[in-house]
């Protein structure tokens, strides 16, 4: 090509790619990926074991619901027809949570797969290139049957026991290729559908253990946003009492060993971004019952039983009476409940903890939020918080 005909043709080109990214479909296409990454997740977990009408959902707080759970029979996603506290979830919550993008179009509905009690079959879903291949094809099959938007892995946990559920060393590398599988069946899946991207997230824990049994850093390319687990810190294999969901240490770090600024170091430390990490924040407290001394106002001190599940429903109108006195642990951040008559202690979140949190958050850049689970909050206290403090990161 001679020297005229090159000119010529440079100019013809810059040309085209002038036109091309001055258009008016590019520019509303990069606009829109501007404002959706301007824009904070609020991602609702809702219990289909719960017996709740989901239609009663204000969805015009949410950008994304996560419905828990679908199961993993014969290296499939599926729904469980096992009941779960007498009641067995079905496709019908589906089309429920869809109903709820009347009123807000741009809400988001994945099917979430696993969690604690359903994990069972991640493993062996995820051991060779065929079982991937199946489970990958099964996901794609949930999303297109009920119309979701994507697909949620609560895996608990690769290479960890969790459950009593089946694990081996394999699963750390096997995890990250499950997810490489199902993202790539997603993908074509959605291939020649103009706008449409299948989302693919992830339930993660919040400690060290989760992070070396996983590969974060790699995997997290084939994942939308990851969801942290950041509470159950002292929880239901305790008998000790302690903070739950606290943002900080407290002022007994030989007791306090997690925090949430502990597990969102230790994800971007693997390797994750921070836009794509979102702190769980609980809906629920934990509460342990003959604690055997007033230290710290019933704070560290050996009980007679676990620290067992409560929702925030179920205790709310309790703070500051009946015998129950706030307290707030200003190290950690977080409150607690204490009633010396009765020896119960509780922790738990409020709008005081929610609104450092989301502080937190922006000042790191993180995603957005996630929380378990919505009917535990239906008076919405804990969601208005959230709404109220998680604004624009623009």
């Known amino acids: ?18 036109f091309f990214n001055c258009s008016p479909d ?15 997740n609020v991602v609702a977990y809702v219990a289909g074991y719960r017996s709740f009408d989901f239609t009663t959902i204000d969805a015009s707080r949410l950008t994304h619901i996560n419905y828990a759970f679908v199961n993993i029979n014969d290296g499939e996603v599926v729904f469980d027809t096992t009941k779960i506290d007498g009641k067995a979830l079905t496709p019908k919550d589906i089309e429920a949570l869809n109903s709820l993008k009347k009123s807000n179009p741009e809400l988001k509905v994945l099917a979430s797969v696993g969690g604690w009690s359903w994990s069972k079959g991640f493993s062996d879903a995820a051991l060779s290139p065929e079982s991937r291949s199946k489970f990958a094809a099964s996901c794609v099959r949930m999303v297109t049957q009920y119309q979701l938007d994507g697909i949620d892995l609560d895996w608990e946990y690769p ?47 919040a400690d060290l253990d989760y992070v070396k049994n996983t590969e974060l850093g790699e995997l997290q390319q084939y994942v939308d946003f990851i969801n942290i687990m950041t509470y159950d810190f002292y929880n239901g294999w305790h008998k000790t009492t302690g903070h739950h969901s606290n943002l900080y240490h407290s002022a007994h770090p030989e007791l306090d060993k997690n925090s949430v600024i502990d597990a969102v170091d230790l994800h971007l430390k693997a390797g994750v971004p921070a836009h794509k990490i979102n702190l769980g924040i609980p809906f629920y407290g934990r509460i342990w019952e003959g604690v055997k001394s007033a230290g710290r106002n019933g704070l560290f001190q050996e009980a007679e039983t676990v620290g067992s599940g409560i929702d925030f429903v179920n205790f709310a109108e309790k703070i500051n009476k009946d015998g129950f006195t706030r307290y707030w642990d ?19 979140e ?16 993180l995603g957005g939020v996630m929380f378990w689970e919505y009917s535990a909050d239906y008076q919405k206290r804990l969601q208005h918080a959230i709404s109220e403090n998680l604004t624009s990161k623009q």
């Open 1 to 18: 090509m001679n020297r005229k005909k090159l000119f010529l043709f440079l100019g013809c080109l810059s040309l085209t790619l002038f």
């Open 26 to 40: 590019r520019k509303k296409k990069e606009a829109k990926q501007v404002d959706n990454q301007s824009k904070s």
């Open 159 to 205: 290479n960890q026991s969790g459950a009593g559920n089946t694990f081996r060393p394999e699963d750390v590398h096997n995890f990250t290729l499950m997810l490489k599988a199902v993202r790539e069946a997603l993908d074509q899946q959605a291939a020649g559908n103009a706008g449409v991207h299948y989302l693919l997230t992830i339930a993660t824990g």
């Open 330 to 348: 200003d190290a950690a951040k977080a409150p607690y409940l204490w009633n010396p008559e009765k020896k119960t202690f509780i922790s738990y």
């Open 350 to 365: 409020d709008e005081e903890s929610i609104r450092l949190k989301l502080e937190y958050l922006k000042e790191k850049g």
